[in-house]
């Protein structure tokens, strides 16, 4: 079974084809899928999804650094509620962290709301969802402070070097989220990462972003986190089964949750099989 470790299946994107999109997320073997969350304007969509698929549908609460604007101590006051008055659990603090791609004016408030989001994850043994783009050096430098012991997560779509790689597995806590970039020929990270441990790594899809090749450009989907797990079982030599397990090994111990495995092929959408 595979699990899907950061896809945005509430995304407005999947709304006219949700059914069919789940049902080929299961004949391609993923059996969970784990939600990241952007912001406010999000949360309600992203709970009926938890809702309607209650034992494979897993929320997180965070603040997307693209989101920190202006008013972003309101939208820290709701991720705030959610996370110490919670209505249902969440996986993880997530997706947070540095973007100096869109906007390099917010780097002061995005440090300020991924240090606040950091420590409330410490506070509750939650790990975090990392989300950096043009930000490696910048984001380095805050876990540099802030890494302790009580410290984990993920740093969702790798697309860093070797070096930063070693650099974030020397934290102790942290895995490597691998997605449709390693199918990219430019992508680069298929020329190292069969150097990394297998046990540093989990899937993910992105969707509906950052499709895998062939699929390049168009709509990202889980059904495609298969095709992740192809990539690397050729870049490690090994075969589709044993990503499968190891990637999904680590999940369970990331996330600290059992993420059991269903028959895909069979399971309902709203009850356990």
């Not at 084809?17 to 990241?36: K, W, Y």
């Not at 997605?179 to 069969?194: E, H, R, S």
Request: hydrophobic share 35%; charged share 25%.
């Amino acid at each position: 079974m595979l699990i899907d470790s950061h896809t945005h299946i509430y995304h407005q994107d999947f709304n006219a084809d949700f059914d069919e999109m789940i049902q080929r997320a299961r004949q391609n073997g993923v059996g969970h899928f784990l939600m990241p969350a952007i912001d406010s304007e999000f949360i309600d969509s992203m709970h009926k999804v938890a809702d309607r698929l209650p034992f494979h549908a897993h929320p997180m609460m965070g603040l997307h650094p693209c989101s920190v604007k202006d008013n972003f101590q309101e939208e820290l006051d709701i991720v705030h509620r959610h996370l110490f008055k919670p209505v249902r659990q969440y996986c993880a603090v997530g997706e947070i962290g540095i973007d100096l791609y869109w906007d390099k004016t917010t780097l002061d408030i995005q440090i300020e709301a991924f240090e606040r989001q950091i420590n409330w994850a410490k506070t509750l043994g939650l790990p975090i969802v990392i989300h950096v783009r043009e930000a490696f050096d910048e984001t380095l430098e805050v876990l540099d402070r802030l890494n302790d012991e009580r410290l984990r997560g993920v740093f969702h779509c790798f697309t860093g070097t070797q070096e930063q790689a070693e650099h974030i597995i020397g934290y102790g806590g942290f895995k490597l989220g691998i997605g449709g970039v390693v199918t990219f020929k430019n992508g680069k990270i298929d020329q190292f990462i069969a150097s990394i441990d297998m046990k540093h790594l989990i899937l993910e899809t992105d969707a509906p972003y950052l499709a895998p090749t062939p699929h390049r450009g168009k709509r990202n989907e889980p059904s495609y986190t298969l095709l992740v797990a192809k990539k690397l079982a050729s870049c490690y030599d090994s075969s589709v089964e044993e990503i499968s397990s190891a990637t999904s090994k680590n999940c369970r111990e990331l996330f600290k949750r059992e993420f059991p495995d269903y028959d895909t092929n069979a399971y309902p959408a709203n009850t356990p099989s």
